[in-house]
């Protein structure tokens, strides 16, 4: 491999690895989400929180997908789906959105406020456990993985 230029990534899926990550940690918040927009909001709040969770769970699964098959293929097709994944993403949420505002259990204010807060917060939480280091690409090892050890 010496000499040769590094085209694609060979490595783990870490892309998939972290949105699983985050879609493990909204889970048990998942209730009281839904909870807070139902005690503010009423019913049409929680059903429209809950809506909102299922798409920033289904928006973090297609970025990982995306980066992690554009990154398999070439790193210049990583580069094109970061940017281009990012507003085709949005505008996929802004789609979905579009064609759910009208329905009789949505609560549009409920819906955006579960969208961002739920977005925002993943992202900042998500940043204590993901390592910035080439020998752990992903998550940050636990102290019990870097011993060698079984959770």
Same mark, same amino acid.
């Given at each position: 491999m010496s000499g040769e230029l590094l085209t694609r990534d060979l490595g783990p899926a870490v892309e998939a690895e972290v949105a699983a990550d985050m879609a493990k940690r909204v =889970?048990?918040? @998942?209730?009281?989400?839904?909870?807070?927009?139902?005690?503010?909001?009423?019913p049409d709040g929680a059903a429209s929180g809950l809506f909102a969770v299922v798409l920033v769970l289904a928006n973090l699964a297609l970025?990982?997908?995306? @980066?992690g098959g554009a990154a398999r293929i070439s790193l210049t097709l990583l580069m094109v789906a970061a940017l281009g994944g990012f507003a085709l993403r949005l505008?996929? @949420?802004t789609a979905v959105v579009y064609l759910v505002k009208d329905q009789s259990w949505v609560d549009i204010t409920a819906l955006g406020f579960t969208l961002i807060i739920t977005h =925002?917060?993943?992202l900042?939480?998500?940043t204590r456990h993901v390592s910035a280091s080439l020998a752990y690409p992903g998550l940050k090892?636990?102290?019990?993985? @870097?011993?060698g050890g079984r959770r």
């Amino acid at each position: 491999m010496s000499g040769e230029l590094l085209t694609r990534d060979l490595g783990p899926a870490v892309e998939a690895e972290v949105a699983a990550d985050m879609a493990k940690r909204v =889970l048990p918040v @998942l209730p009281v989400l839904v909870l807070v927009a139902g005690l503010i909001w009423g019913p049409d709040g929680a059903a429209s929180g809950l809506f909102a969770v299922v798409l920033v769970l289904a928006n973090l699964a297609l970025s990982a997908a995306l @980066l992690g098959g554009a990154a398999r293929i070439s790193l210049t097709l990583l580069m094109v789906a970061a940017l281009g994944g990012f507003a085709l993403r949005l505008f996929l @949420l802004t789609a979905v959105v579009y064609l759910v505002k009208d329905q009789s259990w949505v609560d549009i204010t409920a819906l955006g406020f579960t969208l961002i807060i739920t977005h =925002l917060g993943l992202l900042i939480w998500e940043t204590r456990h993901v390592s910035a280091s080439l020998a752990y690409p992903g998550l940050k090892p636990t102290p019990s993985k @870097l011993a060698g050890g079984r959770r």
